[in-house]
């Protein structure tokens, strides 16, 4: 029989699932990963059962592979019922496949205009877990620059000024549940415990900016502001690093700067996508 046109029994109601393309008794590891979460992308929850045939692995086979998917975070397991679906990783990937504009690009303008006013470090994060990811930067004249912060690199959530961003408007149990889990992780930032990052985010949220200054960085500091969708929802943050001294004198000022540019990036990420576009608005890898 063709794999490519088998499908599961139907249940009064409910859509067939379209069986994964190839030979199943071919399939090498990666192939039978992918096709485990391309059954679950097309409908979930779905029980053990309905994994198994539609991608015509054998229980034993698809249990293992979902029980290290779930131990990764791209499985979760539906709390009081034997089913499963996607987990929060394989969320933020479709959050970026689903858009259709990048944002690191689109921010470009946005952060050459703040280093070259500022003359300090410009940088666009997006969240990843209980993470930050740096995706884009644009450095300043000043002579004194936060090198340490490279596209690609990633800090904990509340581990710098755009890091923390991310994390001040979310609601407050998940806030909760975040620095529970990068307490262990905060070795190296010894000044940032979760009682001072508690005090930011009270801060953060009446301001509408976050600033730390000698926290994640001795000598350091910076100020960030949240990106937010037409939804409200913050999907990105903007940034200014720079010197301690620099970003105490200078705070209302550097925060006046990145909110306005937020709102430039904002209105463009909300523009129609362009006919010839295809590309994804938050890469996190």
Known sequence: ???????????????????????????????????????????????????ADATSLN?????????????????????????????????????GARRSVDIAELAQPSLLRLSEKSADTALLSVRSGVEALYLARSVGSHPLQPNYLQIGSRRPLGVGAGSLALMVWLPDAEIEAIIEVIVPRLAKSPRITPKYLRERIVAARKHGHTVLIDAAYPGMGGVGVPIRDDAGEVVAALSIGASSDRIRRREVELAEMLKKEAQVLARAMAQPAKANSAKAIIKVS
């Open 59 to 95: 229980k034993a086979t698809t249990l293992r592979i979902l029980a290290s998917l779930i131990e990764e975070g791209f499985v979760s397991r539906v709390a009081g019922a034997k089913t499963y679906e996607l987990g929060q990783e394989a969320r933020v990937m479709a959050v």
């Open 1 to 51: 029989m063709n794999a490519s046109t088998m499908q599961t029994p139907a249940r009064a109601g409910k859509k067939k699932l379209q069986l994964v393309p190839g030979q199943p008794d071919k399939f090498n590891a990666i192939q039978k990963v992918c096709a485990v979460l391309r059954v679950l992308a097309q409908r979930s929850p779905l029980r053990l059962t309905d994994i």
